[in-house]
């Protein structure tokens, strides 16, 4: 009701300005023309002119009543102008409302009325906001169709899902994390040591929620868990930070938890038939050995009998080798191995091993040698690091063409404040067929060989890569690779000078 007040009011005012400008320009018209008349009449003859006076009415009084006359006519003119004003005013009104209507309905998702008819100009905000109306219909059901389908796969997806704010207070959590905790109720919004006892777990989700301002990475680690009905579960823990997330009731960390109980059961039991199968394999094929160094160099033997006993002496040897590797790998996997260590000088090490297969390098024209400061040493079990690069070596040396060069370069890394190095780093450098790319990380799994087709004369069990990864692991180093197809290889084994691991230890048979 202000509103229109308001505009009736201004359009009033307009035309009664309208009409006041009207009769002060119909005033000044008047008053020029009677100024006219009156000069003509004060030049005329004098009989004339009194003649005139006579016989005409006053021109005062003539003036007068035009003056009213054009007042009248102004006025209504100004209320003309008024009425005019104030029925554009409110078609103008009408309009904007009903445009304001279509914008929060279109904005809403919702087709708006039709606008009153009009200009072209209405025409097209019409359309323009049907078009916006179907748009945001669109985004909206798409919006909705994505929430659910997210929300289903929250909760139906085979691995647990807690998702926590910088409090550890839990924001949700899917029923299968419920499930592998035992929880018997709504577990939201409760803190999360109400659903994990483990402080191993817990502490995953507090470095991830402190790793918010470094670089975003996952942390994960294996943990078993004793849960109130239902034995041991085995789960393994992967926590990711949320990034630019720090207020309560805010994501700041998603945890995905992974039952691998039926995982670690199957691996424990493969890991133990491996070792009683490399045991049990252990006293036959001896004897086997020992028969054959009986029977030979065999003088009593026909050339087919001593090629037969050449024959099994060469696989027996092989399954000795495999045995011996198989028993290694088990023992590494189980745990049954610990370390004696020592400071052990890397360049003089490379250097027994290199001697040691001299013999096979020779046979082939293979030239081994080792380059680095002889004054770095690393802390490590001295015949399991033998062990290490006897592998790798003996590889590079039965993989590389005659007459080529196998390069073994020692460095340090990892400068400490002090001067001194905090790693030792060993190339092993080959100049043989090389590894595609992708199968590089494969080399290192339990019988896996690259190209068998290529590589079928060349003697080895397959397992020797995969002992080497375990026995760096126990020693805190890394392994990794560089290769292409036809042109080498290059094995890059990191080692640090501390050894942080348990101090002491024996072989358990």
């Given at each position: 009701m202000t509103s229109w007040l308001r505009r009736s009011s201004a359009g009033l005012l307009l035309g009664a300005a309208a009409g006041l400008i009207a009769a002060l320009f119909l005033n000044l018209a008047l008053s020029s023309a009677v100024s006219g008349l009156r000069l003509r009449l004060a030049t005329q003859p004098q009989g004339l002119s009194v003649a005139t006076e006579s016989s005409a009415p006053p021109l005062d009084g003539v003036e007068e009543s035009l003056r009213r006359a054009l007042l009248k006519i102004a006025l209504v003119f100004g209320a003309v102008v008024a009425a005019i004003v104030l029925v554009l005013r409110a078609r103008h009104a009408r309009d904007l409302a009903s445009i304001r209507r279509g914008v929060t309905d279109a904005g809403a998702g919702r087709r708006p009325e039709d606008l009153p008819a009009g200009s072209p100009e209405l025409r097209e905000i019409q359309e323009t906001l049907i078009g916006l109306a179907d748009l945001v219909a669109s985004q909206r059901q798409g919006s909705e169709t994505a929430r659910v389908l997210a929300r289903t796969v929250f909760e139906e997806v085979p691995a647990g899902l807690i998702v926590v704010d910088p409090k550890l207070v839990i924001l949700d959590a899917n029923p299968t994390v419920v499930r592998l905790f035992g929880a018997r109720t709504d577990v939201a919004k409760r803190a999360l040591v109400d659903l994990v006892r483990q402080p191993a777990i817990v502490g995953l989700f507090e470095r991830g929620i402190a790793k918010q301002m470094a670089p975003w990475e996952p942390d994960s680690?294996?943990?078993?868990?004793?849960?109130?009905?239902?034995?041991?579960?085995?789960?393994?823990?992967?926590?990711?930070?949320?990034?630019?997330?720090?207020?309560?009731?805010?994501?700041?960390?998603?945890?995905?938890v992974l039952d691998v109980t039926d995982r670690e059961r199957t691996d424990d039991m493969r890991k133990r038939f491996v070792g009683d199968v490399s045991h049990e394999l252990r006293t036959p094929i001896a004897s086997i050995r020992a028969a054959i160094d009986t029977l030979l160099p065999g003088e009593n033997l026909t050339p087919e009998e001593l090629r037969l006993a050449g024959i099994v002496e060469r696989q027996a040897a092989h399954m000795a080798d495999l045995v011996s590797d198989l028993m290694d790998l088990s023992q590494i996997e189980t745990g049954a191995v610990t370390l004696h260590v020592e400071e052990v000088p890397i360049r003089q090490l490379l250097e027994t091993v290199i001697k040691d297969l001299a013999g096979g390098a020779e046979s082939r024209g293979i030239r081994a040698a080792v380059e680095g400061p002889d004054d770095l040493t690393v802390a490590a079990d001295r015949r399991r690091m033998a062990q290490v690069f006897r592998n790798l070596i003996d590889n590079a040396i039965k993989f590389s063409p005659p007459r080529a060069r196998v390069d073994i370069l020692i460095e340090g890394d990892a400068l400490r404040s002090d001067g001194s190095w905090g790693r030792a780093v060993v190339h092993v450098i080959d100049r043989g067929i090389g590894i595609a790319k992708s199968e590089q990380q494969k080399i290192f799994q339990r019988f896996y060989r690259v190209d068998p087709s290529r590589t079928k004369s060349v003697p080895g069990t397959g397992l020797g890569l995969a002992i080497v990864k375990h026995l760096l692991i126990l020693h805190g180093g890394t392994i990794r690779v560089e290769s292409e197809p036809n042109t080498g290889s290059r094995f890059t084994v990191s080692l640090p000078v501390t050894f942080l691991g348990a101090a002491k230890i024996e072989e358990k048979a």
């Open positions: 680690a294996l943990v078993r868990i004793d849960r109130e009905v239902g034995d041991e579960r085995a789960v393994e823990v992967t926590v990711r930070a949320v990034p630019n997330s720090g207020k309560p009731g805010e994501p700041a960390a998603v945890g995905v």
